[in-house]
């Protein structure tokens, strides 16, 4: 994923008491974690303020961090719980894996991009349109195994659930996406396929 | 082995499942010889394929988001009002926790043998099978705790736990001072 220290150094050269190095881990990440957090809370500004929560919450437990796991997991174990702590106190709805109800709401609520508007973008943006109009757990689970690296071992680990049941959420993040993609991006979707 | 799961009914989830596993490499290598012979021969595994593989690929283009230039310098200028905390397993002592493990398990057998040595095990009127219930009713009714939970040591528990309290109470207001008097 990157060149230069790996984590394991950086994070022992901040415990030795350089700080500074710890930019270097925030500048690897921020990207992931601001994006995993971007998948529960939907606006920019309070999810960059909980990114920071989250790089700040690290660094402060960054003792505990023992090498057991890769540094990524241990990090994406902190956005799981702070986003869903966050989403608590501001008590809003966290889109649960079967609560259709809730899904249709965000399918609505979303569904400013219709096949017209996106007609020209690219597959990239289209993918991720579909992405932010799928659930909280939908679009965390995607993220975490295709973008943020992570095995499926790990993203149990994460989300604190069996390997078997992150297989099951993660097949039905992509059927869902799947469905999104069709319904909302037909002419695309058609070209894609053709 | 390919025609026998080839005639065999299998739903569409089943296909999709087995060709997700298939995309993702985590098939075993049997399966994985099982279900490339399927995608060769069959035209719905095939065509599946091809479309799960797809998604799969769009999967992987998607792109990640990025907060503001300004991200990486917040988290240092907030990360320096901060130290290190000391790793949990140093300041949580093990003694501790054993001690506490050791307080209440002795507790709870020290009132369950003073519980049991009193009930009348040797009564002559053995229980019938509708009258078991009343029998253990019975016999619990004639445990007598009131030795331990009497008014002078409710009292000084009480007052422990006040004490206790207090010293808790003294600690927390002794932080606060501390932290007032850094920010200030």
Redesign the interface.
């Known amino acids: 994923m990157s060149t230069g220290p790996s984590d394991i150094e950086i994070i022992s050269r901040?415990?030795k008491g350089e700080?500074?190095a710890?930019?270097e881990l925030?500048?690897r990440y921020?990207?992931?974690v601001?994006?995993l957090t971007?998948r529960f809370i939907k606006s920019?500004e309070d999810?960059?303020e909980v990114?920071?929560d989250i790089?700040?919450k690290a660094?402060?437990?960054?003792?505990?961090f023992?090498g057991a796991s890769k540094f990524s997991t241990w990090l994406y174990t902190i956005v799981n719980t702070t986003c869903i702590t966050f989403l608590r106190k501001k008590k809003l709805d966290i889109h649960s894996l079967d609560n259709e109800k809730i899904f249709e709401t965000v399918q609505n609520q979303d569904s400013g991009f219709n096949a017209n508007q996106v007609e020209q973008k690219s597959?990239?943006h289209?993918?991720?349109s579909a992405?932010n109009m799928l659930g909280a757990d939908d679009a965390e689970v995607?993220?975490l195994f295709?973008?943020a690296e992570q095995s499926?071992e790990e993203i149990s680990r994460i989300l604190g659930m069996e390997t078997n049941a992150v297989?099951v959420r993660?097949?039905r993040a992509?059927?869902r996406?799947?469905e999104k993609?069709e319904t909302s991006f037909t002419e695309e979707v058609r070209n894609?396929?053709s | 082995m390919s025609s026998d799961i080839k005639n065999s009914p299998l739903r569409d989830g089943d296909m999709e499942s087995r060709l997700w596993e298939y995309i993702d490499g985590l098939s075993a290598a049997g399966e994985r010889t099982v279900i490339e012979q399927l995608i060769q021969n069959d035209k719905a595994w095939k065509d599946k394929y091809h479309e799960l593989l797809e998604v799969h690929d769009l999967l992987q283009t998607s792109e990640l988001d990025a907060p503001s230039m300004r991200f990486t310098k917040n988290v240092m200028e907030e990360i320096s009002k901060y130290q290190i905390a000391p790793a949990a397993k140093t300041y949580i002592d093990k003694k501790v926790i054993w001690g506490i493990a050791i307080f209440f398990f002795t507790l709870i057998t020290t009132f369950l043998v003073y519980g049991f040595v009193q009930i009348d095990w040797s009564s002559s009127s053995t229980p019938g099978n509708n009258t078991v219930d009343k029998y253990i009713t019975q016999n619990l009714d004639k445990v007598d705790y009131s030795r331990f939970f009497n008014n002078t040591y409710m009292t000084v528990f009480m007052m422990l736990n006040v004490v206790l309290g207090l010293m808790l109470l003294d600690r927390y207001l002794a932080k606060k001072r501390k932290q007032f008097s850094k920010e200030a």
Do not use: P
Request: aromatic share 14%; charged share 20%.
């Open positions: 901040v415990l700080q500074s710890y930019a925030v500048n921020q990207n992931y601001f994006t971007l920019r999810a960059e990114a920071q790089f700040v660094y402060r437990s960054l003792a505990d023992r597959k990239v289209m993918v991720n992405i995607l993220t295709y973008k499926l297989k993660l097949h992509r059927q996406l799947k993609m894609i396929y």
